[in-house]
């Protein structure tokens, strides 16, 4: 008995349903992207480039990360199987590949905090004496710092300090974002956050009146070295002055002025529009 045309009729589903997978597959994506273009995702977007910045230093290397991170998301959609919230998928996407990528360029560096406190030391003008003055440059310094100060923790305990204390995460969400144990999350995050308040408490200024580093004092010193361009800021949107950024640290407890540093450390949004190099790159129409 011929069972052929039999056996054709099923291939020709199967074929058929793969090519409906594929095709909802691209429906889904673009979709996707004309939401984000539309701006319904800029919340989400900010994040994901805050965590990469946080995670890289560098602006370049992080929009690249960025760019790179939503493409995955967008093209791993039909991997999605709802077991968690998507948002929580997306963001382990992030992680991945985040600690993943090559060394940036400051990573390679291997910096520790003993090496950051001898290059802040170092660069101190003890002859700037007004605190209140106003400044980009002030902005760049303090917003270079804090990003700095992260780089002395490896990547799991610099992953873990970003996703618990700067994004907040829950310890059960961020130990899934992981793929780890929340009690491993528990402790790196404890670690980090240790190590980044004795750091804190030491040096800097905003957090401790004992402290020698300033960030105004840190200016000259960081034009002179290159750590700063005066004609093309990295990290500073606004300007700021150091006494009033340290009177906004000490709004909150003592206990959290060290975390307090960061999180009222916020670096200028990038100047690309992730969305539509998404859209651009599937090649869909709005």
């Not at 597959?25 to 994040?47: P, Q, S």
């Not at 804190?200 to 401790?208: D, E, I, Q, R, V």
Request: aromatic share 8%; glycine share 6%.
């Amino acid at each position: 008995m011929d069972r052929q045309p039999g056996l054709s009729v099923r291939l020709k589903l199967t074929l058929s349903y793969a090519g409906f997978i594929v095709l909802a597959d691209r429906y889904i994506y673009t979709l996707m992207a004309r939401d984000l273009v539309r701006g319904t995702d800029e919340k989400w977007l900010k994040n994901i480039y805050g965590l990469a910045l946080r995670m890289l230093w560098n602006r370049e290397d992080a929009e690249d990360a960025t760019q790179e991170i939503l493409v995955r998301i967008v093209t791993r959609l039909s991997q999605f199987d709802f077991r968690s919230r998507l948002q929580t998928w997306a963001y382990r996407v992030a992680v991945n590949y985040v600690l993943d990528v090559k060394k940036s360029a400051v990573e390679r560096l291997n910096l520790s905090f003993d090496r950051f406190a001898d290059s802040l030391t170092t660069g101190l003008d003890v002859g700037v004496t007004s605190d209140a003055e106003r400044s980009v440059l002030v902005e760049e310094v303090k917003v270079g710092c804090t990003l700095a100060m992260l780089q002395c923790l490896d990547r799991p305990h610099r992953m873990a300090y970003v996703l618990g204390e700067l994004m907040e995460l829950s310890g059960p969400d961020a130990s899934e974002v992981l793929e780890i144990s929340p009690d491993l999350f528990r402790k790196r995050l404890q670690h980090a956050r240790a190590a980044v308040l004795s750091f804190t408490k030491a040096y800097c200024g905003l957090a401790s009146d004992s402290a020698p580093c300033r960030c105004n004092r840190q200016v000259a010193g960081a034009l002179q070295d290159g750590r700063v361009n005066s004609h093309q800021l990295n990290f500073a949107g606004t300007r700021s002055s150091f006494e009033e950024t340290r009177a906004l640290v000490r709004q909150v407890d003592e206990a959290r002025w060290a975390l307090e540093v960061h999180r009222t450390s916020h670096p200028k949004a990038s100047s690309i529009d992730f969305a539509r190099r998404l859209l651009d790159t599937i090649g869909g129409q709005e």
